[in-house]
């Protein structure tokens, strides 16, 4: 059952005040990958302080490396449950996890963190093997 | 910045692995007593099940995550020859990564015997047994002990506490050339591994620790005068 929209607005916010695209819908997730190409990052959202609280902040360290997708997005799972969904669809075979990070290039996911490379580490952590992501894919 | 459970088991949260047996179940720890070990959204696999093996099975856990077929399972904790987070599996290569060491044992509540453990998770080289022992030869408290821990804080994020205290209910208690070693449960998981020195020199004489496992450490917080 999703939580008021009052709590969980500051960790969207989080993530859309630095010009993160929110996917609110499946026709927004559809119209996000359809309309662009190259390499997208797509974080699932979550209200896990253990995890979320720690990736959402990774995701703007790691937007601030020079090798980077072209396009950032999000989805917030428990809330956004339909967005949600069709998100994980183009992830095929992958498990649903929240919070997690997937990189599509095109709509070919590329690479996927899961939520338990994630819980239990820092922000920094996390950024750091993002970028180290952003490096291989975007050689 | 996250939200850590500071009054819980240092695994309460996270995604571990548990063998036990032909079997390993994958999924989040909610709980850990001595008897049993509760794991959440959960998913299990017997040895060769589906084709598999269980490195197959672990490696691919590890990289993706598990479906879930369980929302809650309760293990005997007696059983399990292993429990380990699931990242300790992770490689960025694909392969298959076998823990260096399971987790340590859950904090036990009203525990009245101390825990007491044959292979000591920390070393202390002679010299600083030597240190140690007239310590607290001097401080004449026969009930005290060496007390190693660590606590939030410093340059990187940890810092080594040493002090010289009597036992503490939780304690894991060490043995060591005529005094204790106590350390408290939370600590044990940083400490493993973990060398306790004694320099004497030109540079001042103190307790140094030696952490194989640190990523990052800062001279400030490595040394401790006495």
């Known amino acids: 059952m999703p939580y008021p929209e009052q709590m969980v607005a500051p960790m969207r916010a989080e993530l859309t005040s630095s010009g993160i695209q929110e996917l609110r819908s499946p026709d927004e997730v559809d119209t996000f990958f359809r309309d662009g190409s190259g390499l997208s990052l797509l974080l699932v959202n979550s209200v896990c302080g253990c995890a979320a609280g720690s990736a959402r902040p990774a995701i703007l360290q790691a937007m601030e490396h020079g090798k980077r997708p072209q396009r950032f997005a999000t989805v917030f799972a428990g809330q956004d449950l339909e967005a949600t969904a069709r998100a994980r669809e183009l992830m095929g075979d992958v498990p649903p996890s929240s919070p997690s990070v997937a990189v599509f290039r095109d709509q070919e996911l590329v690479h996927f963190m899961p939520r338990h490379l994630i819980e239990g580490r820092s922000p920094e952590e996390i950024a750091g093997d993002l970028t180290a992501a952003f490096d291989t894919l975007c050689s | ?226």
């Open chain 2, 1 to 226: 910045m996250g939200t850590f459970h500071d009054t819980r088991d240092p695994l309460h949260g996270i995604t571990v692995a548990a063998v036990m047996g032909d079997t390993v179940t994958v999924g989040r720890c909610h709980e850990r007593t001595a008897g049993s070990v509760v794991l959440v959204d959960a998913d299990q696999h017997t040895e060769g099940e589906g084709g598999k093996t269980n490195a197959e099975y672990l490696s691919r856990a590890a990289r993706f995550g598990v479906w879930k077929k369980h929302d809650r399972l309760e293990l005997d904790a007696a059983a399990l020859t292993s429990l380990a987070p699931l990242k300790d599996y992770f490689s960025s290569t694909g392969g298959t990564v076998v823990p260096k060491e399971s987790a340590p044992p859950p904090p036990e509540a009203g525990t009245a015997e101390p825990q007491t453990e044959s292979s000591s998770p920390v070393s202390l080289t002679p010299a600083a047994v030597a240190e140690v022992a007239r310590l607290l030869a001097a401080e004449e408290k026969p009930d005290h002990g060496l007390r190693l821990g660590v606590a939030g804080g410093g340059c990187s994020g940890l810092t080594y506490q040493l002090e010289f205290t009597p036992r503490r209910e939780g304690d894991l208690v060490i043995s060591q050339d005529g005094f204790s070693i106590f350390l408290d449960r939370k600590s044990v998981i940083y400490l493993r591994g973990v060398s306790l020195d004694f320099e004497k020199g030109l540079g001042g004489k103190g307790f140094r620790f030696g952490n194989p496992n640190a990523t990052n450490t800062c001279g400030c917080g490595e040394s401790f005068a006495v």
